[in-house]
């Protein structure tokens, strides 16, 4: 809650700096008009009141190379494209992966393995590959796989979707089983990824 004389640029400064002394993650603040006449006068809009506004910090980040790129299977069978990234420190953590979503995200990106990327955490929780801060002549360009990386099937084109199509897939069994066990569905408490490689003699 704000006076109508504070600087809300300093405020918001201020805020970010203390929000690296809490215990727990913050990504953004709620700056608020402090009397009640002045928010009477403002009044309320459609979905938020006009005397209360959200801002988001900017992520924390750091550079990291990436070392390459390696594909995950979904239950569904897509395949999503892994970051594999020198270990770097995010906002209290290491990080050496993160999702790359698609190859048309890593296409806008511009990206190739062997830049230098900007890695920040989406509210402060998920690692995310922001952006390409430099690149090389040794970098070399980022291809869909002809063929899935665990079973050998030929993937097929769903949209902007990369899938492997077999059913026999090891590693979408192995989505397939951690979603089944998981809270939403089963609630297998203690049931999760490492039993299921072991079960499955997934190395």
Not at 2 to 16: C, F, H
Request: with cysteine.
């Amino acid at each position: 809650i704000i006076d109508v004389d504070t600087n809300i640029g300093e405020l918001i400064s201020e805020k970010d700096y203390e929000r690296t002394l809490l215990e727990y993650p913050t990504d953004g603040l709620v700056i608020s008009a402090l009397y009640k006449k002045v928010r009477f006068e403002l009044g309320e809009g459609v979905k938020f009141p006009r005397w209360a506004k959200a801002y988001k910090f900017n992520p924390k980040g750091a550079a990291s190379k990436l070392l390459g790129v390696t594909w995950q299977v979904g239950k569904y069978g897509t395949l999503t494209p892994v970051a594999e990234l020198e270990p770097v420190s995010v906002a209290g953590s290491t990080i050496s992966r993160a999702t790359l979503h698609n190859i048309d995200y890593i296409r806008s990106k511009g990206m190739k393995v062997g830049d230098v990327m900007y890695i920040v955490k989406a509210a402060e929780v998920i690692p995310k590959v922001d952006k390409v801060i430099s690149t090389s002549p040794d970098s070399t360009e980022i291809h869909e796989p002809e063929y899935c990386p665990y079973c050998s099937t030929k993937t097929i084109k769903d949209g902007a979707a990369l899938k492997c199509p077999s059913k026999l897939c090891t590693m979408k069994i192995r989505a397939q089983l951690i979603s089944l066990v998981s809270k939403d569905i089963l609630d297998m408490e203690g049931f999760g990824p490492n039993i299921i490689d072991y079960l499955m003699d997934v190395k």
